[in-house]
């Protein structure tokens, strides 16, 4: 447990000290602002022509502005998390720090789990920064505040699912740029996944659409944890590790 | 402290290591020499838990590499060629994360990393960041990371690689001064380092291992007898032939090579049976014979040719050996 965190801690020492955090920072700001700024005008508009035309449409800000908000920023995070997780075995392999990690007395799956860890809390501060856009919500709304926590629960897990691949992805090779274009590729892939569901509604189609990942946000983002949305997310995480695992040892067999 | 037994890696195309065995006793310095690409580097993988064997085994202070090797792991402070940094880290975090790395008890992180500071003399640029640090610095930095836990053996592969002449002087003064508290195995390819650090010698060549022993005794087991090195000026009065025909004559003498030619000036290499002193006989013979002896000075066969003797390259294609200082 102690190494796990020494390991995660040094990981996030790392992504504060260069750019990288303060960049991610910065875009994903920018764009969860810009979204809810967009999306909480809308709802604005909305309601002021329901009571001008004086017919009133029941306005709900859960499910007209949390609920759309957390849907960008799944889509948002899809383009983000591989800049998170692309660093962290190919700098260590390229800079041959890994030879340091790999001969001190630290099981592999330490290793792996602080690495990962430290791309989930880095992943968890970009979410902060939308929950700092929500508190003006609850400043001048009353939203329901039990679908914002699972929406977030479910956001850190579809994170937590990607970056888990992504640490995968990262052990293959010592270039940050091909691992962060191989994981951009993969999150692309796992989100159009659903769009398969306009041809009918086929076996294979719904494989393909349970496989899609953004899909599982949606009962999130409306204030529902279902479990097959949860086994999803955990059974994921569970492969992208595992695979790690696998690369790390394979990494020794062929060095 | 180490035992290596018919120790093997091979890959798919080729044999990076092939059947070696030797063991190192507690506390010895022992100088790992090959030329590039001799498995140095394999083997020292294969004692620090890094790479699996092939075949054979290796035990690393009682704890087998293979089966226990966390424990092998505990034990043994590795400085890999390239120096393990992480740049954007200060040099006492990123030896206070190593410290912790290497299971150093929390309480005594700090004062782990104060005493591997001050030993390793890196005190001056503690809060600086590894990225600005020159050269030689990160070599200090990559010792004393490896030194931290304090553990029993000590694996440095190519230490001083890279250094400047003064550098070099430097960080082999501390791998002295660590001896006596660890077992030290050191590879290099630079054959004067092994004089100057180790007391014992490993020669391994295209995988094979080619000799282990102390260094006095290799090079008196590769040589030939003592050679002298000699200088005469004939003032034009014989020619370079003469003068050798001459010293062939005295008794003693197994072989006299030509070296230099400068005027007058005659250099030549002479080489004696084993265990006759010909000095005094050859010093007479030039005199008598109304030549002026410049120089006279024995010449003991270095490292470095019992080193072609026992890799056998001197016959063969040439090894990269660098002889003096650095690559």
Redesign the interface.
């Not at chain 1, 041959?96 to 001190?104: A, F, P, R, Y």
């Not at chain 2, 393990?84 to 880290?89: D, G, K, V």
């Given at each position: 447990m102690?190494?796990i965190w020494?390991?995660c801690?040094?990981e996030l020492?790392?992504y504060f000290?260069?750019p990288i955090a303060w960049v991610l920072l910065t875009i994903f700001a920018l764009l969860s602002g810009v979204f809810t700024y967009i999306i909480s005008a809308s709802f604005v508009r909305a309601s002021l022509e329901g009571q001008m035309s004086g017919q009133s449409f029941p306005m709900n800000l859960n499910e007209q502005v949390i609920a759309p908000l957390f849907s960008n920023i799944a889509v948002v995070g899809l383009f983000l998390i591989p800049l998170i997780s692309m660093r962290l075995f190919a700098e260590e392999k390229r800079?041959?720090?890994?030879?340091?990690?790999?001969?001190?007395?630290?099981?592999d799956f330490e290793i792996i789990l602080g690495k990962w860890l430290s791309a989930v809390l880095m992943y968890a501060a970009l979410l902060a920064i939308l929950a700092l856009d929500y508190s003006f919500l609850f400043i001048y709304g009353n939203p329901d505040w039990k679908p914002v926590l699972t929406g977030f629960l479910g956001a850190v897990l579809q994170g937590a699912c990607l970056l888990a691949f992504g640490t995968f992805i990262s052990t293959l090779t010592r270039n940050q740029i091909v691992a962060g274009a191989i994981g951009f590729a993969l999150a692309l892939i796992l989100w159009i996944l659903n769009w398969t569901t306009s041809f009918g509604n086929s076996v294979m189609v719904q494989v393909l659409n349970y496989l899609s990942i953004v899909s599982h946000m949606d009962s999130f983002s409306r204030g529902v944890i279902d479990t097959k949305d949860l086994i999803y997310y955990l059974s994921m995480i569970f492969l992208g590790l595992f695979l790690t695992a696998r690369s790390l040892e394979s990494i020794?067999?062929k060095? | 402290m180490i035992q290596v037994e018919g120790l093997s890696k091979r890959y798919a195309r080729h044999v990076a290591v092939n059947n070696i065995s030797f063991s190192v006793e507690k506390g010895d310095i022992v100088g790992f020499l090959g030329p590039n690409g001799a498995g140095k580097t394999t083997t020292m993988?294969i004692l620090?838990?890094?790479?699996?064997p092939t075949e054979g085994k290796a035990t690393v202070a009682g704890f087998d590499v293979f089966e226990q090797p966390?424990?092998v792991?505990?034990h043994?402070g590795?400085l890999?060629e390239?120096p393990?940094?992480?740049?954007?880290?200060s040099v006492e975090?990123y030896l206070a994360?190593?410290a912790?790395?290497?299971?150093v008890p929390?309480a005594e992180v700090k004062q782990r990393t104060d005493q591997v500071i001050e030993r390793c003399a890196i005190g001056d640029n503690r809060s600086r960041l590894i990225s600005k640090l020159s050269k030689g610095y990160r070599q200090r930095v990559g010792l004393a990371?490896a030194i931290i836990h304090n553990p029993d053996v000590l694996i440095l592969d190519e230490p001083t690689s890279g250094l400047d002449p003064k550098q070099i002087n430097e960080t082999r003064e501390l791998i002295k001064n660590l001896s006596g508290e660890h077992t030290i195995i050191l590879s290099t390819h630079i054959l004067p380092e092994v004089e100057a650090v180790c007391q014992k010698v490993i020669i391994i060549n295209k995988g094979r291992l080619v000799a282990t022993d102390s260094v006095e005794n290799l090079k008196s087991r590769a040589g030939v007898g003592s050679a002298i090195q000699v200088q005469v000026d004939t003032a034009g009065e014989a020619d370079g032939v003469t003068v050798r025909q001459r010293i062939e004559q005295v008794p003693g003498v197994s072989k006299v090579l030509d070296r230099a030619v400068h005027g007058n000036r005659f250099v030549f290499e002479i080489e004696s049976l084993q265990g006759r002193n010909t000095r005094p006989d050859v010093a007479r013979a030039i005199v008598h014979a109304g030549w002026n002896l410049l120089e006279l000075k024995s010449s003991t066969l270095t490292l470095e040719e019992v080193f072609l003797e026992l890799t056998g390259s001197h016959t063969g294609e040439p090894v990269p050996v660098v002889a003096g200082g650095a690559e």
């Open positions: 102690r190494n020494t390991i801690r040094r020492y790392a000290v260069s800079q041959g720090t890994i030879e340091l990690l790999v001969t001190s007395p630290v099981h020794r067999w060095a | 993988r620090t838990c890094f790479l699996p966390h424990e792991k505990k043994i590795y890999p390239a393990p940094l992480y740049p954007e880290m975090d994360f190593v912790r790395l290497k299971s929390a990371q």
